[in-house]
């Protein structure tokens, strides 16, 4: 197809050559793609959410600073006083600003695969970005390869995602420590998943200047209002917050999130739960034929097929209406492989219910992809 030359000569090389992320249609699905928790909020709540909401000053711009967020996400993240928050339109932002402050020829660093933002978002600004990829056998970190790219390539920035999306497992502390001792510009962990993890480096912020923490309300259960967070340094947040565009972070946002996280009895139930549930689906899954299911500390847990049937799989679970995340599309370490988020009881039933259907009818195997 011709490329219209206005936009040939409007727009960078970089941004030409990119795809658009793709989220999928979800309606009438149960859906089970985006890590997402599928609880909702009692009723009784709501009522006092929207009683905090109702004399929000709508015709004001919010705080910009976001000051009283700030001071409850410090509360309920136990977010060393010496060290400074900075607030995102989601981590996605953050990330984002992140590479925005870069020098031109910098080099950004993370293990592959990994969170696809990372490599997006670095293409999207013209930054060198290398994936280097997991072992094979357990994606763990390949501590060597690693150490030789940050030797050979002296990356301004390293993501590590703890634990790690899409794989869900967590990578070994001592080799993160190996790495952060190792890197001469910053590393970043992004710790999205982190209510179900039972596990952070929050709190080695003050043995490394160059370490951050990356946070998410997303999967705590808070996804629609885009709220992310950065802790470190606070020289270096300072600099992020430079190329922060001004009240990024909107009146109903702050209102919202401040009032959801001082009700932390109702999301440590919840994610309690999705533990539970983690637990018996990775099982159950283990149980099924040719499926082999990676363990998991996070809200997901992704799966291998047998070979060549991933895209197959992913349609027919579909066609009974439920909507998982095919990854055999991407190739390498991730081949036929599928990733599940963890629903409600009935929904990961119905889930099983419909991976066991698809199996045992093969002509209802098509070759959809997303």
Same mark, same amino acid.
């Given at each position: 197809?011709?490329?219209?030359?206005?936009?040939?000569?409007?727009?960078?090389?970089?941004?030409?050559?990119?795809?658009?992320?793709?989220?999928?249609?979800?309606?009438?699905?149960?859906?089970?793609?985006?890590?997402?928790?599928?609880?909702?909020?009692?009723?009784?709540?709501?009522?006092?959410?929207?009683?905090?909401?109702?004399?929000?000053?709508?015709?004001?711009?919010?705080?910009?600073?976001?000051?009283?967020?700030?001071?409850?996400?410090?509360?309920?993240?136990?977010?060393?006083?010496?060290?400074?928050?900075?607030?995102?339109?989601?981590?996605?932002?953050?990330?984002?600003?992140?590479?925005?402050?870069?020098?031109?020829?910098?080099?950004?660093?993370?293990?592959?695969?990994?969170?696809?933002?990372?490599?997006?978002?670095?293409?999207?600004?013209?930054?060198?970005?290398?994936?280097?990829?997991?072992?094979?056998?357990?994606?763990?970190?390949?501590?060597?390869?690693?150490?030789?790219?940050?030797?050979?390539?002296?990356?301004?920035?390293?993501?590590?995602?703890?634990?790690?999306?899409?794989? *869900?497992?967590?990578?070994?502390?001592?080799?993160?420590? /190996?790495?952060?001792?190792?890197?001469?510009?910053?590393?970043?962990?992004?710790?999205?998943?982190?209510?179900?993890?039972?596990?952070?480096?929050?709190?080695?912020?003050?043995?490394?200047?160059?370490?951050?923490?990356?946070?998410?309300?997303?999967?705590?259960?808070?996804?629609?209002?885009?709220?992310?967070?950065?802790?470190?340094?606070?020289?270096?947040?300072?600099?992020?917050?430079?190329?922060?565009?001004?009240?990024?972070?909107?009146?109903?946002?702050?209102?919202?999130?401040?009032?959801?996280?001082?009700?932390?009895?109702?999301?440590?139930?919840?994610?309690?739960?999705?533990?539970?549930?983690?637990?018996?689906?990775?099982?159950?899954?283990?149980?099924?034929?040719?499926?082999?299911?990676?363990?998991?500390?996070?809200?997901?847990?992704?799966?291998?097929?047998?070979?060549?049937?991933? =895209?197959?799989?992913?349609?027919?679970?579909?066609?009974?209406?439920?909507?998982?995340?095919?990854?055999?599309?991407? *190739?390498?370490?991730?081949? =036929?492989?599928?990733?599940?988020?963890?629903?409600?009881?009935?929904?990961?039933?119905?889930?099983?219910? /419909?991976?066991?259907?698809?199996?045992?009818?093969? =002509? /209802?195997?098509?070759?959809?992809?997303?």
């Amino acid at each position: 197809m011709t490329q219209n030359p206005l936009i040939a000569s409007v727009f960078r090389q970089e941004v030409l050559a990119m795809s658009a992320y793709q989220v999928a249609h979800a309606e009438g699905f149960i859906k089970l793609d985006a890590m997402e928790n599928p609880y909702g909020w009692p009723e009784e709540l709501k009522t006092r959410w929207l009683a905090a909401l109702r004399d929000c000053p709508l015709n004001r711009y919010p705080d910009p600073q976001a000051q009283r967020l700030v001071q409850t996400i410090r509360a309920h993240d136990q977010i060393p006083d010496q060290h400074a928050i900075l607030l995102g339109n989601g981590s996605d932002e953050i990330i984002q600003l992140l590479l925005m402050a870069l020098p031109p020829r910098a080099h950004v660093l993370a293990p592959a695969p990994g969170f696809v933002m990372y490599k997006q978002l670095s293409d999207c600004l013209g930054i060198k970005y290398q994936g280097i990829p997991l072992l094979a056998d357990n994606f763990g970190l390949d501590l060597s390869a690693m150490l030789a790219a940050i030797e050979q390539h002296h990356p301004a920035v390293i993501f590590i995602a703890y634990p790690n999306n899409p794989t *869900g497992n967590l990578f070994d502390p001592v080799a993160i420590e /190996s790495i952060i001792k190792a890197a001469s510009g910053l590393v970043i962990i992004d710790e999205a998943y982190a209510p179900f993890a039972n596990a952070s480096f929050m709190t080695r912020l003050t043995q490394h200047d160059n370490l951050l923490v990356m946070r998410t309300v997303s999967k705590l259960g808070l996804a629609g209002l885009r709220l992310g967070y950065i802790a470190g340094n606070p020289e270096i947040i300072g600099q992020l917050d430079k190329i922060r565009l001004p009240y990024n972070i909107n009146s109903l946002t702050q209102l919202s999130a401040d009032f959801a996280l001082t009700h932390k009895a109702l999301f440590d139930q919840q994610t309690q739960q999705i533990c539970i549930e983690r637990t018996r689906v990775f099982n159950q899954l283990n149980n099924i034929t040719g499926i082999t299911a990676y363990p998991s500390s996070a809200n997901f847990i992704l799966f291998r097929t047998p070979d060549t049937l991933a =895209d197959g799989l992913y349609a027919a679970i579909k066609q009974q209406g439920i909507l998982i995340k095919n990854l055999n599309p991407q *190739g390498g370490l991730l081949k =036929d492989c599928l990733r599940v988020t963890i629903g409600t009881p009935d929904e990961n039933n119905a889930f099983l219910a /419909s991976l066991k259907n698809a199996l045992r009818i093969p =002509d /209802s195997i098509h070759t959809e992809t997303h």
